[in-house]
């Protein structure tokens, strides 16, 4: 039978999927844990005047749909008027059918403004006038939108040399929501210039007040920030990787390598390749001390035209999926933790597919049965966060290891109307479970799958991550 565009069973093939979701998904609350989220924004409760503000601003998964679609640059980060880039964005919606910026956006519609009507040309100004209406009003703030999806926690992502003020505000203030900081030491890894790396080794050294002048002082620095993070609240760390680093090396060589780029030179692949891995190593043996999880994002390309990066810096939409070989290093770099017993809960996120077994078996190899689900791989991940790829990631996650110990979705998103997302996620989930009951491949036992739906969807991430320890 022929289903009205995205329904109330939208995803859902059938009744038991539909029970899934709506009795066990549905009501749970959302620990988004990964996102990129501007902290100052909720701290201020920001209200946003247009919804081109709220919807497209920072988006870069829109922007690089309507760059395909022939859309002038000036009416996506340009100076055009908001109206005109939603007019642009509502001639590009058409375009997107099968991506899954359709419904996402038609579900940010339909979740915070009630909007059903099919965005294009035709309806542009009617909903643009209505969302700009709306968003006036009390309740569609940023700390607004967030209640309205239910969501519980938000980890941001946060360089070790911000202040976190805007944390430590929000903490004071004492609201019902957890906005909680993720340590990401990027930063330190960026040794393919020189000249910008020491800026921000400076940088550093003034945060965590003290020299930094040989890598045990840089290890020492970004300890000292670890430490100021855990204090506010910290419970994560996150690193954007190319590839894994998994190069074993002296301390001789640490120095030498530091000490060349510390004083301006350049220095070979192979230096930077043992200088990555060795702080990597740092790293996560300051999450294992804490408890914290480590959360490795691996794979993609980024900034792949020069000529746009230029104009527009990173995070414009200009990144693509890598290719690289990830599971020998990945498997070295995840040895030196626990050769030691210093490797921390662990997600794995891959941005290519053909990476998902891989990564699926590699948790198995680490697993030590001190935390249910210690080694995670990741849910699918920015090109991957649509339905094919989530579905596939799953997949894998069942055939090869424990898909009931899952903490599920994430938004990794700049748009405080990004979490019907995780609706998104988990029709798709319960629709996979509620085929396999029909099917007779897993026992129509209600209660139980049910329940492992709760904890995919919450209850896992909130016993994983020590939110409310």
Known sequence: MKKEFMCKDFVLENETASELYHKYAAPQPIIDYHNHLPPEDIANDKVYKTITEVALGGDHYKWRAMRINGIDERL??????????????????????????????????????????????????????????????????????????????????????????????????GIDLKVLPTFRPDKTLALDDSKLWNEYVDRLAATAEQD???????????????????????RLSDHGLPEPYGES?????????????????????????????????????????????????????????????????????????????????????????????????????????????TLATMCGNFSDGSTAGKVQFGSGWWFLDQKDGMEKQMTALSNLGLISRFVGMLTDSRSFLSFPRHEYFRRILCNLFGKDMENGEIPYDMEMVGGIIEDICYNNAKKFFGFYD
């Not at 590009?92 to 403004?113: A, D, G, K």
């Not at 099919?118 to 309806?123: A, G, M």
């Not at 692949?269 to 490795?296: D, H, I, P, S, Y």
């Open 249 to 357: 090396s002296t301390q001789e060589e640490l120095n030498v390598a530091f000490d060349k780029i510390r004083s301006g030179k350049e220095i070979l692949e192979c230096e930077k390749l043992k200088l990555r891995t060795a702080l990597m190593v740092r790293f996560g043996r300051m999450n294992a001390a804490k408890g914290w999880t480590m959360q490795l994002h691996m794979g993609p390309i980024r900034n792949n035209s020069t000529r746009m990066f230029n104009k527009l810096g990173p995070d414009a939409g200009f990144d693509s999926i890598g290719d690289r070989l990830i599971a020998e290093p990945l498997s070295r770099f995840l040895n030196m933790l626990d050769i030691t017993a210093e490797l921390p809960k662990t997600i794995l996120y891959n941005i290519n597919p053909s990476d998902n077994e």
């Open 76 to 173: 996506i980060t340009g100076d055009a008027s908001d109206k005109e880039k939603w007019d642009a964005w509502a001639a590009t919606m058409p375009h997107t059918l099968r991506n899954p910026l359709f419904h996402w956006q038609h579900l940010e519609l339909q979740r915070y403004f009630g909007i059903t009507d099919v965005l294009s040309p035709k309806t542009a100004d009617a909903i643009y006038e209505k969302c700009n209406e709306m968003l006036a009003q009390p309740g569609f703030s940023a700390r607004g939108l967030l209640a309205k999806m239910k969501v519980e926690v938000v980890c941001t992502t946060d360089d070790p040399a911000d202040n976190l003020e805007h944390h430590i505000a929000i903490k004071k203030e």
């Open 212 to 234: 930094i002048n040989s890598f045990d002082e840089l290890i020492s620095a970004v300890q000292k920030r670890h430490d100021f993070f855990h204090e506010v609240g910290c």
